[in-house]
């Protein structure tokens, strides 16, 4: 990668993207529209799945192998699953070991990229990404580790140049963030799920729903998640708790009781 003394990019750098799932589609355009970048590969699966990606790029070209990807990249990143991050980057030891390595996990070990050399690190972006749905990437918290000094600075550059959140954080503390997440996020959308499909069967809208549940987020990040909470649980109302574990059926009751006896011992001493 060029990068002037005073951190500006002078030429624009070749990144590569290993994956073209949901981050991909969504991160790589915003990459690849910065004037000091140029996204020239999309490595996937399958050539249609590269296409997907590659289609919103300025010229990317699409492989469905990795016996073709450029070795004269400056940035290569890695946006699979977790568990096929292990498997790339064996597969890819020695290609460029003087480029920038980077996953974009938010669990997994920076350690994981050591066979590709030693400037490698995490260029994770903290959102729910869907194709075929946009978001404004400028809002997407960016989560930042190097193996040295110069890795950290480069991918935070790339990262301050995409979003206005961008935060240095390694680790274990970065796979806590990630869990936390997965609550906040992914839990939280499966419940959802159930509550449309609660609703189906009576034939109730889900979007009924909608402002209740923008004010219970509304409101959590006004006033604290705690000082939120409502409901039966909330309150200690057993009998309720018994009703809807009843109404709702097997499939689903262990898991109301589950979450309702957390809520009862979080504030069992103020129910």
Partial sequence: MSISVSGAMTTPSKVVFIGAGNLAWNIAPAIDSLKDFEVVQVVARTLE???????????AQPLCS?????????????????????LISARLAGINTSAIWAHTSGSIS?????????????????????????????????????????????LTAIARQLSDSVT??????????????????????????????????????????????EETVIKAFATGPDNGQTGP???????????????????YARLYRLLSDSIINRFKENV
């Fill in 49 to 59: 799945s590269a296409r997907s990606v590659s289609c919103r790029l300025a010229n």
């Fill in 233 to 251: 649980a909330r309150r200690g109302d057993i009998s309720t708790i018994n009703r809807h574990a009843d109404i709702i059926g097997q499939q």
């Fill in 66 to 86: 990795t016996d073709l990807i450029d070795s004269t990249a400056d940035v290569y990143i890695i946006a699979v699953g977790d568990s096929d991050i292990p």
């Fill in 168 to 213: 240095l954080l390694s680790g274990d503390d970065r796979t806590l963030l990630h869990a936390a997440a997965v609550f906040a996020c992914n839990f939280t959308n499966h419940l959802l799920a159930i509550s449309s499909e609660l609703l189906s069967h009576r034939g109730i809208s889900f979007d009924v729903m909608k402002p209740l549940v």
């Fill in 110 to 154: 920076l350690d994981t990229l050591t066979p590709l050399g030693k400037n490698i690190g995490v260029f994770y972006p903290m959102q729910t990404f869907s194709k075929g749905r946009e978001i404004s990437i400028d809002s997407v918290p960016f989560f930042i580790e190097g193996s040295n000094d110069s890795v950290t600075r480069q």
